[in-house]
């Protein structure tokens, strides 16, 4: 009796698995998480992350696959795997009932494709039940100039023909100066910073076209706008006479860091119509230097702006911002100022000169005092802010100022926060910072929008 009754159980269990075998024809529907994949710029040489498709089944029975393949053959950029199975074709699969499967895609662009910019595009063709699906691929290509542990020897000029791409790392070597030309675009790999131990002129003009960019080489989606996506640049103790003109630099660790004293009486770095956002720890990060900075934006970093150990410092019409996003939370001052430095056994200290001068400082909520000045010692310590917006709970000690205003929100055009990131530091219409600065004989805004001589907008923008 028994062996009668596992018989039976046996049987129904066989059974039951053969009915869920079994391949459903005729009107069986197969659904996929999407119609279409895009994959943003990809590099010559340089390959993709990877998407995913998912194929689902929810039926109640199997469905059979007789084909997945790629329109474009072997000789198509873009590479599938299904399951496990390498493309560009994969045949007899099945989909149990209400099951799935994922195809997996990357893009790959041999070496010596067209110079500039080009769409690439294929389909996956998927065939069951006598039906074809068609899921539409596309990429936009770009060929580059790709530098791995670049070091430049002698006076160099990067033209904007193609993007650079950098990979172990750039160095500027001592009396050397590497010039980059209006409009051309530097993508940095994760273990790439650029150190300068001679001159980095960056000659950017006004207008989209014509800045010169400085970001990761990751350009696909979320990762395009991660901070610490490269280490940054770094200006070393015997650099000189750096110039950057509108350049944007973004999603750096430590964007700029500029390290120790002029070898004259320039600054060490000039900064003009500039754009430094989105760092995950310093937007600039000065220790006992000289710079300079007119109609800049330093935005939405983990700490914007620090400058340590003395130095001499002048930012004019420069707006210093952050607030928190889904990205870096605001935590920290936009401004660190300080005429010593501790190494953990010592305390060092040296003369310190800056001066801010219709400039904005602001954040968003949970940082009470936005500037955060420290003194140590005797040296000489001489920190004015002149005819400027800070956002300050409590007056700052060891500072003059004139024509100070405190807490007083300079009114943006758009700090929305997550899931946007969309920022717009402009001033409204009604903004109180409109007319409350003082002329410096600076014609031009960060946009290269003019700017009066007479009563102009504090901050980077001038509202037009």
């Known amino acids: 009796m028994r062996s009668v009754l596992v018989f039976w159980i046996l049987a129904v269990f066989l059974l039951n698995s053969c009915q869920k075998q079994s391949i459903q024809n005729g009107n069986a529907v197969l659904f996929s998480s999407t119609d279409s994949l895009y994959f943003d710029t990809v590099f010559t040489s340089v390959g993709t992350i990877t998407q995913q498709i998912k194929l689902i089944n929810p039926n109640s029975q199997a469905i059979g696959i007789s084909s997945i393949t790629l329109a474009g053959g072997v000789g198509s950029p873009f590479i599938i795997n299904v399951d496990g199975t390498p493309g560009p074709a994969v045949s007899n699969l099945n989909i149990q009932a209400s099951d799935s499967l994922y195809i997996f895609v990357t ?115 979320p990762y395009a706008n991660y901070p610490g996506s490269w280490p940054g640049i770094v200006f070393s103790q015997s650099s000189q006479h750096n110039l950057l003109n509108y350049a944007l630099i973004q999603n750096g660790y430590h964007s700029l860091e500029v390290d120790g004293p002029s070898s004259d009486l320039n600054p060490k770095l000039t900064l003009n ?82 001066n801010f001068v219709d400039c904005i400082f602001w954040g968003s909520a949970g940082v009470p005092d936005e500037a955060l000045v420290t003194k140590q010692g005797n040296t000489v310590f001489n920190v004015v802010f002149d005819h400027s917006i800070l956002k300050q709970l409590n007056y700052p000690s060891n500072i003059d100022s004139s024509f100070l205003w405190l807490n007083t929100n300079p009114q943006f055009v758009d700090t929305v926060g997550p899931p946007l990131n969309a920022y717009n530091f402009e001033l409204q219409a009604g903004s109180p910072a409109l007319n409350l600065g003082i002329g410096l004989g600076i014609p031009i805004d960060l946009l290269g929008y003019p700017r009066p001589i007479m009563q102009p907008d504090l901050g980077s923008y001038e509202r037009q």
């Open 107 to 221: 893009v790959y662009i041999k070496p010596g494709a067209a110079p500039t910019a080009f769409l690439l595009q294929d389909s996956l063709l998927i065939h069951y039940n006598g039906l074809d699906k068609v899921i539409k691929l596309s990429a936009w290509g770009q060929n580059a100039h790709f530098l791995k542990n670049q070091v430049i020897t002698a006076n160099t000029s990067w033209p904007n023909d193609l993007p650079y791409v950098l990979y172990g790392g750039l160095r500027i070597d001592s009396n050397v100066t590497l010039t980059i030309e209006p409009g051309t675009h530097i993508y940095m790999h994760a273990d790439a910073p650029i150190y300068v131990d001679g001159s980095l002129v960056v000659a950017g003009d006004s207008g989209a076209s014509h800045q010169v960019i400085f970001t990761g080489d990751r350009l696909d989606l």
């Open 273 to 354: 119509q500039c754009i430094i956002t989105n760092s995950l720890q310093e937007g600039i990060l000065g220790i006992q230097t000289s710079i300079q900075a007119v109609n800049c934006l330093i935005s939405n970093c983990g700490q914007n702006l620090v400058l340590g150990l003395g130095g001499t410092y002048r930012f004019e019409f420069c707006t210093v911002v952050s607030y928190s996003n889904n990205l870096i939370s605001h935590q920290l001052p936009v401004l660190t100022l300080s005429n010593s430095a501790n190494d953990g056994s010592q305390v060092f200290t040296s003369d310190l000169s800056a």
